[in-house]
């Protein structure tokens, strides 16, 4: 299963990029304004700090003018993915961009039919949001199960994009669905190495250590 950070912050992508797990990057406008800087810059930088797929979404509602910001972004780096809007304009920029050879990623999916709309638009991935569906009291994760299970049936090359994480326990059911990615926040990141067990086995491990008088090096 890859890890996306789901960030604009330049410093958290390069802390990520340092642990070695991290294989790509999305970002939405949200979270470019989150950062205060200028897109094109930072989605720039962010291209820097990974060769895996980083996600700049379009903010357009047109065809015509989301085509052009999409060909505007995807000319900052060959990293970069366009992410789309699942709309109708946005599933048709979608054709347009991945007949061109663009990657581009289909955002704001909530039913598993918009997702298959995706795959037939030639998205090389879809972004259903599973926390936003749980907070609506709605069942995130058989969306993925759903999405999942007809990607398999058709044989579709789209990768499923596990968005909106907020905890492992999503991480962990989306992992055991077979979906190919998780996109998180950098918190939720770190809350996958957590494990109170690990804090208390290794401060008695090092408490012990130190009653030796030891020293490796
Ligand atoms: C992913 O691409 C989205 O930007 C992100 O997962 C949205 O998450 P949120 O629902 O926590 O804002």
Redesign the pocket.
């Known amino acids: 299963m890859k890890f996306f950070v ?1 960030t604009a912050d330049v410093s958290e992508i390069r802390a990520m990029a340092q642990t070695g797990l991290l294989d790509g990057v ?3 406008p ?2 470019i304004a989150k950062s205060g800087r200028k897109m094109a810059e930072v989605i720039a930088e962010i291209c820097a700090l990974t060769n895996g797929p980083v ?1 700049a979404e379009v903010t357009a509602t047109d065809f015509d003018t989301m085509l052009a910001e999409g060909r505007y972004l995807r000319a900052i780096a060959q990293n970069v993915c366009v ?1 789309v809007p699942l709309t109708e304009a946005g599933l048709r920029t979608c054709r347009a961009l991945a007949d061109e050879g663009t990657k581009v990623n289909v ?1 704001l999916c909530f039913s598993a039919v918009q997702a298959l709309l995706a795959a037939k638009a030639g998205a090389a991935f879809i ?1 259903p ?1 599973v ?2 569906l749980d907070d609506i009291g709605q069942d995130g994760m058989q969306l993925i199960a759903d999405v999942v299970q007809i990607y398999r049936n058709y044989a579709f090359s789209t990768e499923v994009l596990v ?4 905890h492992p326990v999503h991480v962990l059911t989306a992992a055991k669905l077979g979906a190919h990615v998780a ?1 998180m ?1 950098p918190a939720t990141i770190r809350a996958l190495f957590k494990h109170p067990l690990t804090d208390r086995g290794l401060e008695a491990f090092l408490a012990d250590w130190q009653k030796t008088g030891q020293s490796i090096l």
Do not use: E, Q, Y
């Open positions: 789901d999305t970002t939405n949200s979270l996600s992410k955002t972004s949001f926390g936003r968005a909106s994480v907020r996109t926040p």
